[in-house]
């Protein structure tokens, strides 16, 4: 008895076939072994970038108002009249009033009619080299140099006694030496006051204690009352809490 061959579970059916897929398949894979490329990690820079997002600045706008262009000039027609001199005018001559040198007024005046007054110049003579010192209040009946030291411990006490401390120049921490100047004059008033000092303020201040000097004592030169000049330093000077 012979056996029987399904056809469609033979083996060898399609061999060539699956051969030739198979051998595509090894062709490819050989080309994509050749062709692979391998780098080495050193060679690899790896670095973050970090982006923040831009931030866009809005600029305001702002309007301008120029000024209107200035109006055309306006064409201005000049007419022109023209008349006729028909009319003859005399002319005035006009004499002139003024005086001239025949007719100046010439007066003569004996000189003995002249009177000469001698006015006297009173000179400032300063507290250093004065004959007479002016007697302060409280300074009398004593020598020429008792007198000075009377008098320069009395500035000093008038200038504690009356000092005070501007409040704007507190605010504005302003401080330094006023140098004040001043006249007592042949009555004895202070008179004359000048300053110099860093700020006005501190100036304006020194002024002011200045000038509630009492009335003095005129100082003497030669036995004659003149007027003597005399500095006097302030110092404005605040201490930081």
């Known amino acids: 008895m012979i056996p029987k061959k399904n056809p469609e579970i ?3 059916r399609n061999s060539s076939l699956y051969f030739a897929i198979g051998l595509n398949v090894m062709l490819f894979l050989s080309w994509q072994a050749l ?3 391998t780098y080495e990690k050193s060679d690899i820079a790896m670095d973050i970038l970090e982006v923040t997002e831009e931030i866009d600045e809005e600029i ?3 309007n301008v108002n120029t000024p209107p262009p200035p109006p055309p000039p306006v064409a201005v027609q000049e007419s022109i009249q023209i008349v006729e001199d028909v009319e003859e005018i005399e002319e005035t001559v ?3 009033t003024e005086t001239g040198q025949d007719d100046a007024i010439e007066e003569v005046v004996a000189v003995s009619e002249v009177e000469v007054e001698e006015v006297e110049e009173e000179a400032e003579v300063a507290f250093a080299v004065i004959e007479q010192v002016p007697i302060f209040p409280g300074c009398e009946g004593k020598s020429k140099e008792a007198s000075k030291a009377c008098f320069q411990e009395k500035m000093q006490q008038h200038v504690r006694k009356h000092f005070r401390y501007p409040q704007p120049a507190l605010d504005l921490q302003l401080q330094g030496r006023v140098s004040v100047i001043f006249v007592i004059d042949a009555k004895g008033y ?5 300053s110099r000092g860093p700020d006005r303020i501190l100036e304006k201040e020194a002024e002011r204690i200045i000038g509630l000097l ?7 030169q030669r036995g004659k009352p003149v007027k003597v000049t005399y500095a006097v330093p302030i110092i404005f000077k605040f201490q930081e809490g």
């Open 10 to 12: 033979e083996i060898g």
């Open 35 to 37: 062709e692979y490329k």
């Open 60 to 62: 305001p706008i702002i």
């Open 94 to 96: 006009i004499e002139s």
């Open 190 to 194: 202070t008179t004359n006051i000048r």
């Open 214 to 220: 009492p009335e003095m004592k005129p100082g003497l």
